[in-house]
Structure formats: structure tokens, C-alpha cells
Nanobody, 118 residues
Framework: QVLLAESGGGLVQPGGSLRLSCAAS????????MGWYRQAPGAQRELVAT???????NYEDSVKGRFTISRDNARNMVFLQMNSLKPEDTAVYFC????????????WGQGTQVTVSS
């Protein structure tokens, strides 16, 4: 059974920082592209950042320079360090694991709430 378990969300003031973690089990972790997505109320889910097997990263424009995604293949974990948080970063953040071979394998965590407010 595949399980992606996020943690680290919470309430933070503008300009503050949070570190999200996602622990994966039930998959051959090192073969997967890991990503963080977010969904604000009334909005579609959007990509925040991804990290490939070789640790190449990709970021959505609005988080470049503020967020850092990283992975630990030995512990089957992915992290999102979020600095200089803004109210518009408020959303539920989801961890995703994706692998494409002759089939698309995509798994989601249940999400963790991040609220940026004074």
C-alpha cells in the first residue's frame, strides 16, 4: 500500500518560515519524481516545486528564491523549506510521487494546511 504522509504545516506570520516534510512508503522511492502542490480555497491545485531522481529541481515562478525542495532517498522523504512566506501562499499543500514508464504512476498525500496571516 502506498502512503505519502505530510507534516509541518501550520499558522505563520508574513515573512516567516515553515518546513514541510513528506514520508513515502510502499513505492520504489528513488524512481519517482517527488513534488509539492498546493490548493487555495476556490482555486485549482497548482504545482509548487518538483525534484527529480537526480535532484534536479523545478519551481513555480512565484516561489522561486523563497522555497527550496529537497529529497532524501535514504529515508524516502521529500522536504519543502518555505521562507519569506506571504498571505497568498496560504493553501493546503500536497505531496506527490510520480513515475512514468509504460504507465503513469501518481500518488498523493492527504495534504497539510499552511496559513500565512498576521
Amino acid at each position: 500500500q502506498v502512503l505519502l504522509a505530510e507534516s509541518g504545516g501550520g499558522l505563520v506570520q508574513p515573512g516567516g518560515s515553515l518546513r514541510l516534510s513528506c514520508a513515502a512508503s510502499g513505492i520504489h522511492y528513488s524512481m519517482y519524481v517527488m513534488g509539492w502542490y498546493r490548493q487555495a480555497p476556490g482555486a485549482q491545485r497548482e504545482l509548487v516545486a518538483t525534484v527529480a531522481r537526480d535532484s534536479n529541481t523545478n519551481y513555480e515562478d512565484s516561489v522561486k528564491g523563497r522555497f527550496t525542495i529537497s529529497r532524501d532517498n535514504a529515508r524516502n522523504m521529500v522536504f519543502l523549506q518555505m521562507n519569506s512566506l506571504k498571505p497568498e501562499d496560504t493553501a493546503v499543500y500536497f505531496c506527490n510521487a510520480r513515475h512514468v514508464s509504460n504507465h503513469v504512476y501518481s500518488y498523493w498525500g492527504q495534504g497539510t494546511q499552511v496559513t500565512v496571516s498576521s
